[in-house]
């Protein structure tokens, strides 16, 4: 019994290890966005709340937990609840599989790829349940919206990481960047490079994110799926909308940037120069510049029309996705060095 | 092994209840989730027997897509009235009964110990990858089948897509190169008039 119990502790304390930077990361990566995107717009953005601002994350906290949380009388409570439990539960779930450097990662499985698949496929269940349990017209339509969207492009993302594991034969994610091991020339982002952006833009759709965020949609149906909550229940939501932005970033930097490897790899003198470095710094790194592109693209793109959104997905994103499959495939068979030999 | 227990217990006793609460719920949508809910204990006692691509496909494929799209039409459905109605548990429950005996009848035919062999799950070494295993037994000795099954499936896409595709004249399509060539002119004209002024 006490046998048992002891792994199991020492797997919660790991919980707890990727979790607590995980959620501090959400908060400042709320402060990031509305600072990156003032400066792209010129403006200040948040400086009131301690220096530079930097308090603004846990203020906002601070608020959204003492203000009550509404139960709409017409709504069905027990599934309005449950929705935004759902909505950070599969995004927080998700980083068990995320290898953060050589050996550090909690569940090292065989079927890592196809488990972030099956886990963010979840999250449509909260923008679903919620915007039905609301019983308001705005919410179910932001969750019907979001519902045919996100099916849409899960597509066109399995697509995309089949490309992966056929060419690192392997759908453990540890050993994805292991086979991209070799430097910057060596990681899949070049042979990969339309699957790279098919994955990105599928990425970008999944989590709602502005140019496709049709869920909310705040100058057509107000605030959509999340229109009738308040308080920590719309905390809930933003906080997992965005963990599982940064668990997009991380899962990109991973398969297409070669995770925790040095960039510098192979090139020598500059091998040397960074091999103090630990993996866990470039893997961050490289998940701070997709952190980085999300916001970049939030400020500058204007919402797609809701056709539109359907015919990028159906029409350009799945069969650029399926012509590579075949792509990928002749060049395996061909052994085309280095990447596939 | 303790835990292994546990877990297989919790999730198996879920499986029963969401199954039973399935039938029982007087909302659809309710009805829905419960399946969905279902899906997911399945998928656990499916790990636990080390058969991780199945289960994780099963999340992926009939949570993921199949039940979302269940729910977006139930939802959109005002299956109010039909909920509302009573009796209908009890008037459909002589066939329930018999169709449950029937697949009592079967399971037990079939997951008896000369047709199913080894009941204990026997646990693989850490390098066994599930998803390999059945590569290999689908490509190999199941090949024909897995074809049939194959162009079964792009028989049934045709088929679906044949069904409502209403040729060219009913249909409402956006040229989207029409529309990207827009020029201001199109749309727009300016008209130069002298202004009406205040009348005295």
Redesign the interface.
């Known amino acids: 019994m006490l046998n048992e119990l002891i792994p199991l502790i020492w797997i919660i304390a790991k919980i707890l290890v990727i979790l607590i930077p995980v959620l501090i990361a959400v908060a400042y990566y709320t402060y990031a966005e509305r600072k990156v995107i003032g400066y792209i717009q010129v403006r200040i953005g948040p400086n009131r709340v301690g220096v530079f601002g930097l308090g603004q994350p846990i203020a906002d906290a601070v608020k959204l937990l003492f203000k009550e949380m509404i139960l709409p009388t017409a709504s069905n409570p027990i599934l309005f609840v449950i929705a935004p439990v759902i909505a950070i539960a599969p995004a927080l779930a998700a980083w068990a599989v995320i290898p953060f450097g050589d050996g550090l990662v909690l569940a090292n499985i065989n079927a890592g790829l196809l488990y972030i698949l099956a886990i963010t496929s979840l999250g449509v269940y909260s923008v679903l349940i919620s915007g039905w349990a609301s019983n308001s017209k705005y919410a179910f339509l932001g969750a019907m919206r979001s519902a045919a969207q996100v099916v849409s492009y899960e597509i066109a993302m399995g697509f995309a990481l089949v490309v992966v594991l056929m060419a690192a034969d392997s759908t453990n994610l540890s050993q994805i960047v292991l086979h991209q091991s070799g430097g910057f020339w060596h990681w899949f982002w070049l042979p990969l490079l339309p699957v790279f952006v098919v994955f990105f833009i599928s990425g970008v759709a999944e989590t709602n994110r502005l140019p496709f965020d049709m869920a909310e949609g705040e100058s057509e149906i107000v605030a959509g799926f999340h229109v009738e909550y308040s308080g920590i229940a719309f905390a809930c939501f933003f906080l997992g909308e965005y963990a599982s932005i940064i668990l997009i970033c991380a899962v990109t930097a991973t398969l297409f940037l070669g995770g925790w490897l040095s960039p510098f790899q192979g090139i020598p003198g500059l091998e040397q120069a960074f091999a103090f470095v630990p993996g866990l710094v470039w893997f961050v790194l490289k998940t701070w510049v997709f952190m980085f592109i999300f916001l970049w693209i939030r400020a500058t793109f204007p919402r797609y029309r809701y056709d539109q959104i359907m015919r990028l997905g159906w029409k350009i994103l799945i069969p650029v996705a399926v012509v590579w499959i075949a792509v990928i495939g002749i060049a395996i068979q061909l052994h085309i060095p280095p990447w596939f030999t | 092994?303790?835990?292994e227990q546990l877990v297989f217990i919790v999730s198996s006793a879920a499986l029963i209840g969401c199954a039973l609460m399935m039938v029982i719920a007087k909302n659809t949508?309710h009805s829905a989730?419960f399946l969905?809910m279902c899906f997911v204990a399945s998928a656990v006692l499916w790990i636990l027997l080390e058969a991780?691509?199945l289960a994780?496909?099963l999340?992926?494929v009939y949570?993921?897509?199949v039940m979302?799209?269940f729910?977006?039409v139930i939802?959109?459905l005002n299956l109010d009235i039909i909920s509302r109605e009573k009796g209908m548990f009890v008037r459909f429950l002589p066939i329930g009964i018999v169709l449950i005996l029937g697949m009592l009848a079967m399971m037990v035919y079939v997951i008896s110990p000369e047709h199913f062999g080894h009941l204990v799950p026997v646990h693989e070494s850490a390098d066994y990858?599930?998803?390999k295993e059945l590569g290999m037994v689908l490509y190999t000795q199941y090949v024909y089948p897995l074809e049939a099954a194959a162009a079964l499936l792009l028989v049934a896409i045709i088929a679906a897509v044949g069904l409502t595709f209403r040729g060219k004249a009913h249909r409402k399509a956006?040229n989207?190169n029409e529309q990207l060539l827009v020029k201001k002119e199109d749309r727009l004209t300016i008209l130069k008039m002298p202004s009406e002024g205040k009348e005295e």
């Open positions: 092994m303790y835990i949508v989730l969905v991780e691509f994780l496909i999340i992926f949570v993921g897509a979302t799209l729910l977006f939802m959109l990858s599930n998803i956006q989207i």
